[in-house]
């Protein structure tokens, strides 16, 4: 049970159980170590149910985004787990993740980001910098760049800003956060330049 974008086949042979084996032939602490062991299970439980059953259930981690490393994609669960036997669901919209040390630093992002449900449901690509901070790729291409430390209340004042200025929808190409208590504005020169924010800094929030 518990089991929804894994493949069974790949659960039973974790298992190491083949049907017509003796109810009590393999220990249920091994088999539970091989289950919690495969990168794409959470947890698992495992129970004899006599006189002839072996009751399994599955809790599957969550691929919360897909990062993108050497040319390759790969899910990726909120704590940087690379699930490799997942499928992706068509139906979800995973945020790009791009950068080598991406998993290490996928659990902050996310804590940061789920503060803030609107903004992220708008989030195409985070990329790491340098390994130190995020530029952060919104639906119609803004670029936030967030700073090495605490990026948390940078993203808090862009939230703060949106929601009070729409700044996704004017003319801008990047929104560069990365100086503490300023705010950078980089204007797309193609669009007309009338109804444009002027650079604001935390003193005006």
Same mark, same amino acid.
């Given at each position: =049970?518990? !089991?929804?974008?894994?493949?069974?086949? /790949?659960?039973?042979?974790?298992? *190491?159980?083949?049907? *017509?084996?003796? !109810?009590?032939?393999?220990?249920? %602490?091994? !088999? #539970?170590?091989?289950?919690?062991?495969?990168?794409?299970?959470?947890?698992?439980?495992? =129970?004899?149910?006599?006189?002839?059953?072996? /009751?399994?259930?599955?809790?599957?981690?969550?691929?919360?985004?897909?990062?993108?490393?050497?040319? =390759?994609?790969?899910?990726?669960?909120?704590?940087?787990?690379?699930?490799?036997?997942?499928?992706? @669901?068509?139906?979800?919209?995973?945020?790009?993740?791009?950068?080598?040390?991406?998993?290490?630093?996928?659990?902050?992002?996310?804590?940061?980001?789920?503060?803030?449900?609107?903004? %992220?449901?708008?989030?195409?690509?985070?990329? &790491?910098?340098?390994?130190? &901070?995020? @530029?952060?790729?919104?639906? *119609? *291409? !803004?670029?936030?760049?967030?700073?090495?430390?605490?990026?948390? #209340?940078?993203? =808090?004042?862009?939230? %703060?800003?949106? &929601?009070?200025?729409?700044?996704?929808? &004017?003319?801008?190409?990047?929104?560069?956060?990365?100086?503490? @208590?300023?705010?950078?504005?980089?204007? @797309?020169?193609?669009?007309?330049?009338?109804?444009?924010?002027? #650079?604001?800094?935390?003193?005006?929030?």
């Amino acid at each position: =049970e518990g !089991i929804d974008k894994l493949a069974v086949p /790949y659960i039973v042979q974790s298992l *190491g159980v083949e049907v *017509g084996d003796p !109810i009590f032939r393999h220990s249920i %602490k091994d !088999i #539970k170590t091989r289950l919690n062991a495969l990168p794409e299970v959470r947890a698992a439980k495992v =129970e004899r149910r006599l006189p002839d059953t072996l /009751y399994v259930e599955i809790v599957e981690r969550k691929a919360f985004a897909l990062w993108q490393n050497k040319g =390759e994609y790969k899910l990726i669960d909120l704590d940087g787990t690379v699930l490799l036997n997942q499928e992706r @669901d068509a139906s979800t919209h995973y945020i790009v993740m791009t950068g080598e040390d991406v998993p290490a630093h996928t659990q902050a992002f996310l804590d940061m980001v789920e503060k803030t449900p609107e903004l %992220k449901s708008r989030i195409d690509t985070a990329m &790491r910098v340098g390994g130190r &901070r995020w @530029d952060v790729k919104m639906h *119609g *291409g !803004i670029v936030v760049k967030l700073p090495d430390n605490n990026p948390e #209340k940078a993203w =808090e004042i862009f939230d %703060k800003l949106e &929601r009070e200025q729409q700044l996704l929808e &004017r003319a801008i190409q990047s929104i560069d956060m990365r100086i503490e @208590d300023r705010l950078f504005l980089k204007m @797309d020169p193609i669009e007309p330049a009338a109804d444009k924010p002027k #650079k604001t800094t935390a003193r005006d929030i």
